[in-house]
């Protein structure tokens, strides 16, 4: 039986290297890869379940899993940080703050009794102004959201288009303000150019196409449908996956072009809907750094809806020119996401 086991243990190991030979796979050519974006986590657990396993049967069989998991290591530094503690004090130079957050339209201040939902409206509030960003990167924005935040006063400068979900706060002066056109309401980019420390910096706002699943996803947890039907919404589900990770990478693709040929340091914040194995995140991470493996700490989970444990949401920074010294990800009950507070500064 053990033996067997061994057998299915290689097996199981190879299948393990050539997902981490796919990682960041471009979707135009190999959609299917993009998959195993979703469930390398789980394969991790699996390899050290099989670690303990061979620890307890027989320990001379554990070099195989272990192997299996030093090979991955590099994707496993994608999904966990140990850099807070290390980074305590690197914001010893004024640092700037930024805020990044998936406002999910703050349908969540919604009450029917008015009372009620002025009392959430004043905590959401309460909230932005104790942890007191700098710049307030918007995502899901919309005319309830935007007057909430609007008429805290908090903010002198902002750039917010309709029908455009992403939005841009600031206490520091904006020089220009743009968009990139995604061709969609629903999933958008803007910028601005703000004045900070003496230097004029590009910050983006994006929200890059959403999956689309979670009503699938619901559907398929409550088991209200037959087999055949909840096979059919598994193909249609990786139908809307194919098209949508494809549509990232596009975006992901404008977004980079647009940033380099601004000349300035850039900031890029925002819910990417891809998680740090994608050629979405592949793309960006090629000039940008990304601010959680620089200061984050543990998993940097930032999705709390259908599908847990996600980190999605992201702020990435300059590589010559932005210093991150800071990253917490606050757990909230405002939306599905969870913000990002970002300390930086711009080198000299």
């Known amino acids: 039986m053990l033996r067997f086991l061994l057998a299915l243990n290689i097996v199981w190991s190879f299948i393990c ?26 394969v991790f657990l699996v390899n050290l379940l099989i670690v303990l396993f061979w620890l307890v049967f027989k320990w001379r069989n554990c070099w195989l899993p272990l192997i299996t998991l030093l090979l991955g290591w590099k994707a496993f530094f994608l999904m966990f940080s140990f850099g807070e503690n290390s980074t305590a004090n690197k914001c010893l130079k004024d640092p700037v703050s930024i805020m990044s957050y998936n406002v999910y339209g703050l349908k969540q201040l919604k009450d029917t009794a008015r009372s009620i939902s ?13 942890h007191d960003p700098d710049i307030l990167c918007v995502q899901e924005d919309n005319f309830f959201a935007d007057e909430i935040i609007n008429n805290s006063g908090i903010y002198p400068y902002f750039h917010y288009m309709i029908q455009h979900g992403a939005a841009i706060y600031s206490r520091f002066p904006i020089m220009d303000k743009g968009r990139i056109e995604f061709g969609t309401k629903t999933n958008s980019c803007l910028w601005v150019d703000v004045l900070v420390q003496g230097k004029v910096i590009r910050v983006y706002s994006l929200h ?39 549509v990232r990478s596009q975006q992901a693709r404008l977004v980079t072009e647009d940033a380099l040929k601004s000349g300035k340091p850039c ?65 909230t009950s405002y939306s599905d996401h969870h913000p990002l507070f970002v300390k930086f500064y711009v080198k000299n």
């Open 17 to 42: 290297v050539l997902m981490y030979l796919v990682i960041g796979a471009n979707p135009s050519t190999f959609w299917m890869f993009s998959v195993i974006n979703l469930i390398l986590p789980i």
């Open 208 to 246: 890059l196409q959403s999956n689309q699943l979670a009503s699938d996803i619901s559907s398929i947890k409550q088991n209200d449908k037959t087999s055949e039907s909840s096979i059919a919404t598994v193909k249609n589900m990786l139908r809307k996956y194919k098209k949508n990770t494809i």
């Open 267 to 331: 900031i890029l914040a925002g819910d990417f809907n891809d998680t740090p194995f994608s050629h979405c995140y592949k793309l960006l991470t090629k000039e940008w750094n990304d601010s959680f493996l620089t200061c984050g700490s543990g998993l940097g989970t930032t999705f709390a809806g259908a599908i847990p444990g996600l980190r999605i949401d992201y702020v990435l920074g300059d590589q010559k020119k932005i210093v991150f010294c800071s990253h917490k990800v606050f757990q």
């Open 118 to 130: 002025e009392m959430k409206k004043a905590k959401f509030i309460s909230f932005i102004r104790q």
